[in-house]
């Protein structure tokens, strides 16, 4: 009898890069429980392309979690009255959303220890990337110690490793990965404030990284984008 594949959760949010993750994921042997999070953001079209990208790849279960990060605020993701900046700003963005990183990672390892994987993959990256404090190694390090101080699992000997398969990749790395691995982008969404049309608004930090990525790398970018 042949063992098992190995399980992992995998953050799942719509866009290019987690698109990408999951593909890798896959690819290396898991099987993929993909994870969702419906947390008051500006744009919940990129949950519909986490749906499309589930599909598209056959995972095993996809779960959309509702939070409520809007009753906070503080970030132009899930405070209207912060504006999404068209131009870098410099510095740690008003897009970053406080702590957001560390909720996702926290939930997806309550769900991997009630599916007993051993593994959470993240689609974080230290190269191309808007400058959040939760993307860098050391963060992802620290998490993953705590992960193993204060579970079961953890303290149990089977443990829990944080994959971040992307955090040394350019974007342009990123998607010529991805188009070798089949990876639709079509069906992701990157824009910070896409409309209930899936159509990205082409000047925010997210959408100006993946047009340039899809520059760098030489493929034509599927991205619908408003026609202004």
């Not at 953050?11 to 290019?16: A, E, F, H, K, V």
């Not at 503080?74 to 990183?101: E, K, Q």
Request: proline residues 4%; charged residues 20%.
């Amino acid at each position: 009898m042949s063992k098992p594949a190995p399980k992992a959760v995998v953050l799942l949010s719509g866009g290019l890069d987690s698109a990408t993750a999951l593909a890798m994921a896959k690819k290396q042997g898991f099987q993929c429980f993909a994870l969702s999070f419906d947390y008051g953001q500006r744009s919940l079209t990129e949950l519909n392309a986490a749906r499309r990208i589930v599909e598209q790849m056959g995972i095993a279960e996809h779960r959309v979690i509702r939070l409520h990060l809007e009753d906070f605020g503080g970030s132009a993701l899930t405070d209207h009255t912060i504006d999404v900046p068209d131009h870098d700003t410099g510095g740690i963005p008003v897009t970053y959303v406080p702590a957001r990183n560390t909720v996702f990672l926290s939930l997806a390892l309550g769900w991997a220890e009630v599916l007993e994987a051993d593994a959470i993959f993240i689609g974080v990256n230290a190269v191309d990337y808007s400058g959040y404090p939760d993307c860098r190694p050391e963060f992802i390090d620290a998490f993953e110690k705590m992960a193993n101080l204060a579970t079961k699992t953890g303290i149990s000997g089977q443990g829990i490793k944080i994959h971040t398969p992307l955090m040394n990749m350019t974007k342009a790395d990123i998607i010529r990965e991805g188009q070798y691995l089949g990876v639709s982008y079509a069906d992701t969404i990157s824009c910070y404030q896409a409309d209930d049309d899936g159509r990205a608004c082409g000047v925010c930090d997210s959408c100006r990284l993946r047009a340039q990525g899809f520059k760098d790398a030489g493929v034509t970018d599927p991205t619908h984008y408003i026609k202004v």
